[in-house]
């Protein structure tokens, strides 16, 4: 366990975390599943980190616990030297964890540990940051972090083991629903930065899980069966729902940047080529989805 666990810790941002003793227990829990070729890896990194949960009737302690299982877990998914291979792992631990039983909590909001996978959305909210916007600092390597994370997350989405939120409709509505046009030269880095990150959110599987949300959302005069609303950007002159019209512009607008006439890199074209690719996929495999062709 120790070479697994070694390699983790030479990931960026756990190198840059001064991790407590019960961190480093759950770093070395979950170097069980990034042993390749061990059938069992990722069940018996989610039996370490469930051993190492505190009793229960100690609340507190338990959602403490909890917490740093999250954040040592989004400090290597954000790591911009973290591979796919360990994206894959980590997903597989938390599809284990989630086939856990052990109890629920008390005190507060009720939870079933792990089945619920407690304060997960409230934990990964708090590590997915713009780094635009976190301080003075900003560098490259902030933005790569975000996109990483961004990444992980659209994997943990596919896998249902987060649901859609306001940070992934922020990302994709500040990355396809604005005109590069109108933004300065300056800004121009973020706008790609931005583009990227919408891209990660409708590739890497979860395409399919965020057409069936915007399914749920058709126009058919039942507003109960209608859920989360989002403001639009300035190019979609559509409703603030997540609907097909809204995919169907996301698409078009995919399309757009993809091309070569629209002045981005080829990486972004590359990566707004994917997304688009990944959204077609979603549309034939769903039944009765309403997509461009």
């Known amino acids: 366990m120790a070479d697994n666990a070694n390699g983790l810790a030479q990931l960026e941002r756990i190198r840059e975390r001064a991790l407590s003793e019960q961190e480093t227990a759950i770093l070395q829990a979950l170097g069980l599943a990034m042993r390749p070729g061990v059938l069992d890896a990722a069940a018996d990194a989610a039996r370490r980190l469930d051993s190492l949960c505190p009793p229960l009737e100690c609340d507190q302690e338990v959602r403490n616990y909890i917490w740093a299982v999250w954040g040592v877990m989004f400090s290597i998914a954000a790591s911009s030297n973290a591979q796919d291979q360990v994206h894959f792992a980590l997903v597989a631990v938390l599809q284990e964890l989630q086939n856990t039983t052990r109890g629920q909590l008390s005190v507060g909001e009720r939870y079933f540990v792990w089945e619920d996978l407690p304060d997960i959305a409230t934990a990964f909210d708090a590590y997915y940051a713009d780094p635009v916007y976190e301080g003075p600092e900003q560098t490259e390597r902030f933005a790569q972090n975000w996109h990483q994370l961004a990444r992980f997350g659209a994997r943990a989405f596919a896998a249902r083991l987060l649901a859609p939120d306001y940070d992934i409709m922020l990302s994709i509505e500040s990355g396809l629903e604005h005109d590069l046009n109108a933004r300065p ?47 639009p950007g300035p190019l979609y002159h559509g409703s603030d729902l997540v609907s097909p019209e809204r995919w169907e512009f996301w698409l078009y607008r995919l399309d757009q940047l993809a091309n070569q006439e629209s002045g981005l890199s080829q990486e972004i074209r590359q990566s707004a080529l994917d997304a688009a690719q990944a959204m077609r996929e979603a549309g034939k495999a769903l039944a009765g989805a309403v997509v461009s062709i």
């Open 185 to 231: 030269v300056a800004e121009m880095m973020q706008a790609e930065w931005s583009i990227k990150l919408a891209c990660a959110w409708l590739s890497h599987g979860s395409a399919i899980p965020m057409l069936e949300w915007a399914m749920e959302n058709m126009e058919d005069g039942n507003a109960e069966r209608r859920v989360n609303n989002f403001t």
